[in-house]
């Protein structure tokens, strides 16, 4: 006896396409067994609940697939494991990353009502500044106060007769949230592969590591 083939359509995936196939199935292969398929009758609902529970597991195995790609995946947890198969290094401290804008004022010379550019001063790396809320951020580079990268624009002239006295300057700097500390240990005698652990929370990297004659 030859093998009886349905014919099964696999790209019916959400609640309408599986229900919609599923009545056809029925009437198409079982014309005698039942035939009411009205919305208040038991083969409604038994197909109604089919094509749900088909909808729902098309949806989850859709995501799935999804969440097994780095470039599609949504979830947190999911985007750490696979960059981390990947070779990233996860840091459960991340730092912020900005721009902050630094403001000075210059007196003007006198006679010229020129900016003296003498008085223009720098601020080095390292140097710490706060937001209103007070998170501490860290200066990443020198910000200096040059008339090539600067905004110069007048701040006070004189009254009496309109001739600008100061002059504020504008410059940019990059900055990353958090502080820079030093940790100190004592190591003593020599250790394969000493392992030192960092006291303090949200340490998010280390950035040199000097021994006692300053290597």
Excluded: W
């Amino acid at each position: 006896m030859a093998k009886k083939i349905i014919p099964i359509n696999y790209t019916d995936r959400d609640y309408s396409s599986i229900r919609q196939s599923l009545l056809q199935h029925a009437k198409r292969y079982y014309p005698n067994s039942y035939k009411d398929f009205n919305e208040a009758s038991f083969g409604s609902l038994m197909i109604d609940t089919v094509a749900y529970v088909g909808d729902v597991m098309s949806f989850y195995l859709d995501y799935q697939a999804n969440e097994s790609f780095l470039e599609t995946a949504a979830e947190y947890d999911n985007v750490i494991k696979l960059s981390r198969a990947m070779g990233y290094k996860f840091s459960k401290a991340p730092s912020s990353y900005g721009v902050c804008q630094f403001f000075c004022l210059v007196p003007a010379i006198p006679n010229t009502a020129e900016p003296d550019l003498n008085y223009l001063p720098a601020i080095k790396k390292g140097s710490q500044v706060s937001s209103d809320t007070g998170a501490v951020f860290t200066l990443l580079d020198d910000v200096r106060f040059s008339v090539a990268t600067s905004e110069f624009v007048v701040a006070q002239v004189d009254e009496t007769n309109g001739t600008p006295t100061y002059y504020a300057v504008k410059s940019d700097g990059r900055v990353v949230s958090g502080v820079t500390k030093t940790y100190t240990q004592t190591v003593g005698a020599f250790q394969r592969f000493l392992k030192v652990e960092v006291p303090g929370e949200n340490v998010s990297e280390i950035l040199s590591v000097i021994d006692s004659d300053g290597n």
